[in-house]
């Protein structure tokens, strides 16, 4: 009986709890500003920096280049600098074919090394979430490990590994295997190596928790239901793991596009990849906005795709729902 | 043995001797490291038959299940599905389908594509496929539903593609390991009998897994009660009502009063009990119990008649006083503490809406039954 009273009519102790709903949800929202705060701070406003770079011309001055919308001469400064803009800096990359070479070669390489990583990192996440409850966090642990090390001296232990006189050949060769090293040091296949074994935590992570989360029972229905173990697998357990493969992906071939290190300390000088060229356009040639140019286009390359996807994706639940 | 009451159809090819068994457990048994999940069971199970496995969780009924679905291979004994050993045969290229208990109801299909998976594997072709997937929406009337997913689907509606996905083979066989078990008590008893009728109709043999008395006596030919990876006892459900022939599956199902004692006088057709307490009771059917042994009497409470004086041709009537009662609306449910210190619980149902012969707490009151109304048990 008073419930139905209480739904009839406000009851005074709820028009009391207005105000402090009101404040509640303030300060729900000012939860969410924090994250946004430091993405327009640490993301947002570096990025408006290069992106003005980008649009500036080298001069022999600190810093290497021409001022460009400032406020130096007040506002109307400011315009009369938005009139005087110019987009050199882009046009200059189409004409050199060097920046589109890097640009593809550096996308060929990072999707080569994403699905190369994914083939390696599947089984590992497979095999961890299988295994018994009781060894799952050690597992776990193996995986995150390495990054106890610096990268950087990881990824110089491969130069070790893999150069003419090194681990590798020592022990191909003194099995019998080759008879002459292999020469892998200086290779897109020492790139690809050094990716793989770099960015494979950030594979198996994501592909780990969202098969550890699958209802093995749902494999077992498919045997049940007449499909045998590669079958149950492929309709089954690979469909149902998409988002952590589509998570890892991401997460190995965006940085693996950019990638600076591993290239520059294992693919030697002849590799064409644009984190080397932008490293060497701004450290080389101490030519500050078209590194930034380059910057902002690989920025582009590689969000505008990834925004189209998500929205799609965001879509494709929709309709599921 | 007098024949128990029964209301169930004319089906019980267990009293066959020549009836021939469908499933099989020869001497099986199932470890798992140190502890024995299933030890040493054997059991047959009849075509067409509706076969329940009762038992609390972790008597192994689940495990027999797997292993019959293919899942679990047996440490040791034998698996014969009509003649067939299953040794060695995988889950997949076996002629029985499971229905989960979770339904494992595969999230990224729709419900047509859910019933259709196994058809596929079988190489169907598509339009018989479409014919039979048609035919099992009708059956469980989810036709409406084809297109959804199994998100968009209620408890209930779920529980019914589980279904039609395991039905829609035609397996030998049917496994459903506690298929009511997620849903509410109302569509529980609805589902029961939705089970029973689709049996009678696909003339499938069902092998049923269920920690719930109720849903196993209504729905099952036959039952199994388990208890440490053994069958304790194999009967109809008025027989393990009835005549349960241990102590452990009189307590196990239903409400039962148990009396220790030991046999004074065996003869034919009497056996005469002392109880430990210095009760006297006479029975018809002493069953195994020799002269001397120590027994139980057990005895359920609908079966004992509660009056304020003593029943005057009553062959045992015990005498004490009322504890508790309880008015349930159907019937009323008492317990009475004898003079001896025990304590009896008996059940009487409100046939009419005056009771004659009133008792309330603590008045004197007798217990009286017949000597056929409870049965002895030596183990």
Redesign the interface.
């Known amino acids: 009986m008073t419930n139905i009273a209480a739904t009839a009519a406000p009851s005074p102790a709820a028009a009391a709890a207005l105000p402090t709903r009101l404040a509640k949800r303030f300060v729900d929202r000012l939860v969410i500003i924090v994250p946004y705060l430091w993405l327009l701070f640490f993301f947002l406003i570096p990025f408006i920096i290069v992106f003005k770079i980008s649009l500036s011309q080298t001069a022999i001055s600190m810093p290497p280049y021409t001022p460009v919308l400032d406020f130096r001469d007040g506002v109307s400064g400011f315009f009369a600098g938005v009139r005087e803009l110019n987009f050199d800096n882009y046009t200059w990359l189409t004409q050199d074919a060097l920046y589109f070479n890097a640009y593809v070669t550096s996308l060929i390489i990072a999707g080569i090394s994403t699905i190369l990583t994914l083939i390696v990192g599947y089984p590992i996440a497979y095999g961890m979430a299988r295994a018994p409850a009781t060894i799952r966090p050690t597992l776990l642990m193996l995986v995150i490990l390495p990054f106890w090390t610096s990268f950087l001296i990881r990824v110089y232990a491969w130069i070790g590994i893999l150069k003419p006189e090194g681990l590798l050949n020592q022990l191909l060769l003194a099995t019998g295997l080759i008879s002459q090293p292999l020469v892998i040091l200086n290779t897109y296949t020492a790139i690809f190596i050094g990716i793989v074994y770099s960015y494979l935590p950030f594979m198996v992570l994501p592909l780990y928790s969202s098969l550890e989360k699958m209802d093995y029972s749902l494999v077992e229905a498919a045997q049940d239901l007449g499909c045998p173990p590669t079958g149950a697998f492929w309709k089954i357990t690979f469909p149902l793991s998409l988002p952590g493969v589509v998570a890892g992906c991401l997460l190995v071939f965006i940085p693996a596009v950019g990638e600076f290190v591993i290239p520059d300390l294992l693919g030697g000088s002849q590799t064409l990849m644009i984190g080397k060229t932008l490293w060497n356009e701004f450290f080389s040639n101490r030519d500050w906005p078209v590194s930034s140019a380059v910057a902002v286009i690989l920025l582009l390359v590689l969000t505008v795709p990834i925004m189209f996807f998500q929205q799609a994706q965001a879509r494709a639940q929709e309709q599921g729902k | 043995m007098k024949s128990l009451g029964s209301i169930r159809r004319d089906f019980a090819p267990w009293n066959d001797p020549s009836a021939k068994p469908y499933i099989q457990f020869d001497k099986v048994t199932k470890k798992f490291g140190d502890f024995t999940a299933v030890n040493n069971l054997s059991l047959t199970i009849f075509e067409r038959e509706f076969f329940a496995l009762l038992g609390a969780s972790g008597c192994g009924k689940s495990t027999l299940l797997r292993m019959l679905?293919?899942?679990e291979e047996p440490s040791a004994g034998r698996i014969l599905l009509d003649g067939q050993d299953l040794r060695g045969i995988?889950?997949?290229?076996r002629p029985?389908?499971?229905m989960?208990q979770?339904y494992?109801?595969?999230?990224?299909m729709t419900v047509e594509k859910n019933i259709a998976?196994?058809l596929k594997?079988?190489g169907m072709p598509g339009s018989d496929i479409d014919k039979r997937v048609a035919e099992m929406l009708k059956l469980v009337k989810l036709e409406q539903f084809a297109k959804r997913?199994p998100?968009?689907l209620s408890g209930g509606q779920r529980q019914r593609v589980a279904l039609a996905?395991?039905v829609a083979?035609r397996p030998k066989v049917l496994l459903l390991d506690e298929p009511l078990g997620a849903l509410d008590k109302k569509l529980r008893e609805e589902t029961q009998f939705e089970l029973m009728d689709l049996q009678q109709e696909l003339g499938l043999t069902f092998v049923v897994v269920t920690h719930d008395q109720e849903e196993a006596m209504t729905m099952a030919d036959r039952i199994a009660i388990m208890d440490k990876g053994e069958v304790m006892q194999v009967a109809t459900p008025a027989e393990i009502y009835e005549a349960p022939t241990s102590r452990f599956v009189a307590h196990f199902v239903g409400n039962v009063n148990m009396f220790e004692g030991r046999v004074a006088e065996r003869t034919a057709d009497t056996t005469r009990i002392t109880g430990a307490t210095g009760a006297q009771i006479v029975v018809d059917n002493g069953g195994a119990a020799t002269a001397g042994s120590d027994i139980v009497f057990a005895i359920r409470p609908e079966k004992i008649k509660v009056s304020s004086k003593k029943p005057a041709d009553a062959v045992n009537a015990l005498e004490g006083e009322v504890y508790d009662v309880a008015y349930l609306g159907d019937m009323t449910v008492y317990h009475i503490k004898l003079d001896d210190g025990q304590m009896v619980r008996a059940s009487a149902m409100n046939a009419s809406r005056v009771t004659e012969d009133p008792l309330t707490w603590n008045d004197r009151a007798w217990v009286s039954f017949r000597p056929d109304a409870g049965v002895v048990l030596t183990r």
């Open positions: 679905a293919g899942f995988p889950p997949y290229k029985v389908n499971m989960f979770s494992a109801l595969f999230p990224h998976f196994g594997q079988e997913k998100h968009q996905r395991s083979k």
